[in-house]
């Protein structure tokens, strides 16, 4: 006989406003239980254990006898599952935060996700904290607002379809300062986490999910010398990730964008790339499930054209980046991972020669004023 669970019902609290469908059968020797109710004596070999508290867990029975378990997949836990969410994340309900350097700090007011950066050194290149003139600082701010849904469904233990959708939308201003010593080898590239934050599990049916939120930062530099890089973004942007009739889907778009920044000194060829963004990712039962990350980045590029006379060519660009993906471990053992660049976007600012016949000149980008003053090797825009 076959027990059917079917749920319809709207979840109201702070952290996720849920819309919730589900409706789902267990597999034979399957159990529903919490850490709690556990009862060793009931299991037997092979039997497949759900547990909901905590971040969950799905574990197999592989030898009662000598207390061997091991990680079961929803595919054997679930005969049949069809369960669909749309929620919206409330920094409220940050469970842990994880900070790896120190000037970063969370403000919660108001509901706002809003992460703030003072004085943040996020990175020395010797790791000598007796050398100031190698390090790269950044204050400013970035603000997040992000919603989303996803559908599981399998049948006959078997998924038949996945979907995953997010829609982020962020803002952010940045002052960078790039201290780049000739000692240090170029070009030089990294990437970082900066902020993790972990939210509540949230349960919902036979369903155990918790959302990490990371922020990340990365640099791409082929040029020395002390520079100063300004960045503004209004980015609004979506994501969509599908596995249906045995094959991935996947598309995104910038719904809104708005780009803004200005340098202080690159008078060398050379190119400059920054980044910083939020990384989401949904884990089920405690395994990572999909994840996105959005980056918003700044470029510039200079280089000589021509030497006697001197001409010397320079261009700001600003865009982003939707980098998503899926690890499907905890959905079924036979498909494969998925990871794509969804989208990627890049618009020129303001370009020019230097020097220049003309004094000054300005440029007008979406309401974001440029002005440069025309001093070899310091083009200064205010």
């Known amino acids: 006989m076959k027990i059917y669970f079917v749920f319809f019902f709207y979840i109201y609290f702070s952290f996720f406003n849920l819309k919730v469908f589900c409706e789902y059968n267990l597999s034979k020797n399957v159990k529903i239980l919490n850490t709690k109710d556990f009862n060793y004596e009931k299991l037997n070999n ?69 992460v703030l950066f003072k004085n943040f050194e996020i990175i020395d290149y010797d790791s000598n904290l007796q050398t100031t003139d190698d390090k790269i600082v950044i204050d400013g701010f970035l603000n997040i607002n992000l919603d989303g849904k996803w559908k599981i469904s399998i049948e006959k233990n078997s998924i038949n379809e996945l979907e995953f959708y997010n829609n982020l939308k962020q803002n952010s201003r940045f002052e960078i300062t790039f201290s780049t010593p000739i000692r240090v080898p170029l070009p030089f590239s990294r990437e970082i986490t900066i902020s993790e934050y972990e939210f509540q599990p949230v349960i919902v049916g036979p369903i155990v999910f918790t959302p990490t939120l990371s922020i990340v930062a990365g640099f791409n530099i082929g040029v020395a010398g002390t520079i100063k890089l300004n960045l503004s973004n209004s980015i609004n942007a ?28 690159i008078g060398a060829d050379g190119w400059i790339k920054g980044y910083i963004g939020p990384r989401m990712k949904l884990k089920f039962y405690d395994i990572v499930g999909p994840y996105t990350e959005l980056v918003g980045f700044l470029k510039t590029e200079t280089k000589t054209v021509n030497l006697t006379p001197f001409l010397f060519k320079w261009g700001l660009y600003g865009g982003a980046d939707i980098n998503a993906g899926i690890s499907v471990k905890i959905f079924s053992l036979g498909m494969n991972d998925f990871e794509k660049k969804i989208f990627s976007y890049e618009s020129e600012i303001v370009s020019g020669f230097f020097p220049k016949k003309e004094k000054s000149f300005q440029v007008i980008f979406k309401s974001f004023e440029l002005k440069n003053t025309d001093k070899f090797r310091n083009i200064l825009w205010q």
């Open 46 to 114: 092979g039997d497949i254990v759900v547990i909901l508290d905590g971040e969950g867990r799905i574990i197999k029975v592989k030898d009662f006898k000598n207390d061997i378990f091991e990680d079961a997949s929803m595919e054997e836990a679930f005969e049949n599952l069809n369960e669909s969410y749309v929620y919206t994340i409330n920094p409220k309900d940050i469970k842990s935060e994880k900070y790896y350097t120190k000037g970063v700090y969370l403000d919660k007011h108001d509901n706002e996700f809003k």
């Open 238 to 265: 979506f994501y969509n990730i599908t596995f249906k009739n045995g094959r991935w889907e996947s598309n995104g778009n910038l719904d809104e964008k708005e780009f803004g920044g200005n340098i202080d000194f």
